[in-house]
């Protein structure tokens, strides 16, 4: 990594959060660009939530109260290929992030390899 690497991660307040992108651009050889990009993005919030670690930013977001069979014919949702699902308002606990944080750089060394 080189310099301009560092002064991205610098000042990111999560150690967990520095860590996470200084892995992510030394196995996935991320310029500085796609680093800064990828924080912008909220990578490691979206990772740590997710279901399905590394998934790319999204393209929209519909916001509802609950997902029931009724509001998704209503809105049609099933014919334009977007698909509901629950959410979670807070990061979980610390040990279940680290859990999920350390899946998904496992992954991308998997991709790398592969």
Known sequence: MSWTHFREIIYLDDSLQRDFYA???RIERW???TLKSKIQGMLYER???SK???EE???GLILCAGKTSEQIELLKLDKGGIRVAEYMTELPKRKLLEQKLHKAVEL???R???
């Open 23 to 25: 892995e992510m651009c």
């Open 31 to 33: 310029n500085t660009r």
């Open 47 to 49: 990772t740590a939530i």
């Open 52 to 54: 399905k670690p590394g």
């Open 57 to 59: 930013t999204p393209l």
């Open 108 to 110: 991308a060394r998997k």
């Open 112 to 114: 790398l390899e592969a």
